[in-house]
Nanobody
């Protein structure tokens, strides 16, 4: 599966953005999906994950209560709604697919170009 994230931009602290990740291929609904982010000079960190059905979701502690992951299998798309954004959320955000729900980047595949999110203070 090939993935492309979009929807990033510049927003003030406290604002909201919604990222989308469009997948090509007919097997999208078989995969768990994850969002990760990478700030300059830092490792790629787990943000959120969702099971193939959308019935289970998982979040990093740093975003719990502020971010919501969802998916629409009919549209081959996974979303990340980000509210109450903070400057420390600034990073390139990536989506990826996995055969299992996991928080480790090495368990994922299909990394595409990320989407830059910049939160100003």
């Amino acid at each position: 599966v090939q993935l492309q994230a979009s929807g990033g931009g510049l927003v003030q602290a406290g604002g909201s953005l919604r990222l989308s990740c469009a997948a090509s291929g007919r097997s999208f609904s078989r995969f768990a999906m994850g969002w990760f982010r990478q700030a300059p000079g830092k490792e790629r960190d787990f943000v959120a994950a969702i099971s193939w059905s959308g019935g289970s979701t998982y979040y990093a502690d740093s975003v719990k209560g502020r971010f919501t992951i969802s998916r629409d299998n009919a549209k081959n798309t996974v979303y990340l709604q980000m509210n109450s954004l903070k400057p420390e959320d600034t990073a390139v955000y990536y989506c990826a697919a996995s055969t299992v729900v996991a928080g480790t980047p090495s368990m994922y595949d299909g990394w595409g170009q990320g989407s830059q999110v910049t939160v100003s203070s």
